[in-house]
């Protein structure tokens, strides 16, 4: 059968008009969500690119009609394409490992968290460290209180707006979350887990710290971890790794690691060149020749070979081995042992999905993929000398497709706020969110460290003063109102989701016009003596006000 004529193919394919172009992608972005019918979606969008394809093809012959075609594909697929970035969440995470050394931490990290870069803000620190000093004195303060190294990077980030999430400590393993505050009541089910594996289990020298979370809906999980060290022992070390993936966290319907849509797998993983000896190793590394080292470098010959590692991706190592340096020093161990270079400080990541892979930047991912992850820059960073190993970070570009769109609790400061009078709080909460009498509203200063870094809070259920339908109205009294004022928050804290779920816009409290004596009574300074912590009381318990 003949082909048409250009213009018989055009007009056969009239039926396909810009409109109908740009329907594409909403008929695409719904297929992704439609369940069984999805498929009859996807096979309907197959045919009508198809027809376009054979029209394009026919009227291949005629050069104004094809470039009259192609003028409106290329329209229809910018207007899809600009549709579709903008219902995705783009969100930039920074990754740290470093095996410290039982150091303290040193006088600046600003290059390590890149403070000072002029692109896109970080939403996320997550900060996994190795060798934190864990003999016992330490270790019994720091179970105390807070340890060094979680106080130094609250005391830089809070500043800036960053809260500690959440974090999990196993002897000198240490892992740190840190995120932007608007991004609180986005993020909900956050659990820790660790996993000794030293002296077969019994001991926390090695092994790992995970936290896992949902954020906008979607499943994620950090791991770090130290494994056995020594050329010899790489067996042991995947079969180290192989059980700490097998953990599962507390709690019903939660994913294990594998299984969350993606996983960050990080530490001092100990994994070294082999073969090479110590002087072609080095000279290379002075050449920055890495790329004749990798393919003896045990973790890459790993992930060829067994099956458990094949699906985690990394960045390329263009960056100097990180192991082992002279203390203080961008030298290699001049100690009689003389340590040959190697990578053991390491970041890998996996996605749940095998098509979804690191995608090159500026990439969008398939509208199919609810989560996509770009890695943006993997570094070293040579300057920091307290051990014996140099840092690394990683920078990510998530994107994905929010599932999880509004808070579960909106609130706000109503009125003007002074310790002159009682304040008063509004809040709404969506249908399905789980209230307890235990939750509370904490008063916060805007650079607030973490959850229990309050000024005084209210329990939503015993200092309640109206209700409605549509809100709720909390009162604070006046004596527990920072009388020197400033700019604060409020945030909702839920006892059954254990997290934030709904946050202020800052706010002002006015100062006081009375003076401010030194030595308040012990009723006027009522704020001061909040209990460390709300705790949830017996329902016997007298309630505020009854």
């Known amino acids: 059968m003949a082909s048409p004529s250009g213009e018989d193919a055009f007009q056969h394919c009239e039926g396909l008009s810009l409109l109908d172009l740009e329907s ?68 930039r995470l920074h990754l740290v490992t470093w095996n410290v050394g039982t150091a303290s931490p040193p006088p600046d990290v600003t290059s390590l968290l890149q403070l000072n870069s002029l692109g896109p803000t970080t939403d996320m620190y997550v900060i ?4 934190v000093n864990s003999r016992i004195p330490n270790f019994l303060s720091d179970l105390a209180f807070d340890d060094p190294w979680s106080i130094f990077f609250m005391t830089v980030l809070s500043p800036l707006g960053y809260i500690k999430l959440s974090s999990v400590r196993m002897q000198g393993l240490l892992l740190l979350i840190f995120v932007k505050h608007v991004h609180l009541p986005f993020i909900r089910d956050i659990h820790t887990h660790y996993t000794r594996t030293g002296l077969y289990g019994y001991w926390g020298n090695k092994g790992g710290v995970s936290v896992r979370m949902s954020l906008f809906g979607h499943t994620l999980c950090f791991m770090n971890c130290h494994l056995p060290a020594h050329m010899e022992n790489t067996e042991q070390r995947l079969d180290d790794f192989e059980k700490i993936l097998e953990m599962q966290f507390e709690g019903e319907d939660i ?55 094949k699906e985690f991706k990394e960045g390329p190592l263009q960056f100097k081995p990180t192991y082992k340096f002279d203390l203080y020093s961008e030298v290699y161990d001049t100690s009689e042992k003389k340590r040959k270079p190697a990578w053991t400080d390491r970041i890998l990541w996996k996605v749940k999905n095998l098509s979804e892979v690191a995608s090159k930047e500026g990439e969008f991912p398939e509208e199919e993929n609810p989560i996509s992850v770009t890695l943006i820059n993997y570094v070293s960073h040579m300057s920091y000398g307290i051990s014996d190993h140099k840092p690394v970070t990683g920078t990510f570009k998530l994107e994905m497709k929010p599932l999880v769109s509004d808070p579960l609790v909106v609130l706000n400061a109503e009125g003007e706020w002074s310790a002159e009078h009682d304040v008063l709080i509004r809040y709404s909460a969506v249908p399905e969110f789980p209230s307890s009498a235990w939750d509370w509203i904490g008063l916060f200063q805007v650079t607030f460290r973490h959850v229990k870094d309050y000024v005084t809070y209210a329990w939503v259920e015993d200092d309640e003063i109206s ?71 017996r329902d016997s318990e007298k309630r505020k006000g009854t």
Not at 128 to 131: C, P, T
Not at 488 to 512: M, R
Request: glycine share 6%; with cysteine; proline share 5%.
């Open 467 to 537: 209700s409605s339908r549509d809100s709720k109205q909390v009162y604070m009294s006046a004596s527990e109102i920072p009388r020197t004022g400033g700019e604060f928050l409020l945030c909702y804290f839920s006892n059954n989701l254990q997290s934030i779920v709904g946050i202020s816009e800052p706010f002002q409290i006015q100062p006081s016009q009375e003076p401010i004596e030194k030595d308040l009574p012990e009723e006027e300074s009522s704020w001061l003596h909040k209990p460390d912590n709300p705790e949830p009381r």
């Open 24 to 91: 594409l992608g909403s008929l695409r972005s719904r297929s992704a969500s439609i369940g069984s019918t999805g498929s009859s979606g996807r096979l309907q969008l197959r045919h009508r690119v198809a027809q376009l394809m054979a029209c394009v093809e026919d009227i291949s012959s005629d050069d104004e009609i094809h470039e009259e075609v192609s003028r409106t594909l290329d329209e229809a697929f910018l207007i899809w394409g600009k549709k579709l970035k903008d219902k995705w969440q783009e969100f």
């Open 128 to 131: 996994g460290l190795q060798e």
């Open 255 to 309: 994913p294990s690691p594998l299984d969350h849509e993606v996983l960050f797998w990080f530490g001092d993983l100990n994994f070294r060149i082999a073969d090479y000896g110590i002087h072609f190793v080095r000279e290379s590394i002075n050449n920055k020749r890495f790329n004749l080292l990798w393919e003896k470098d045990q973790l890459n010959m790993a992930k060829k070979k067994e099956a458990f590692l």
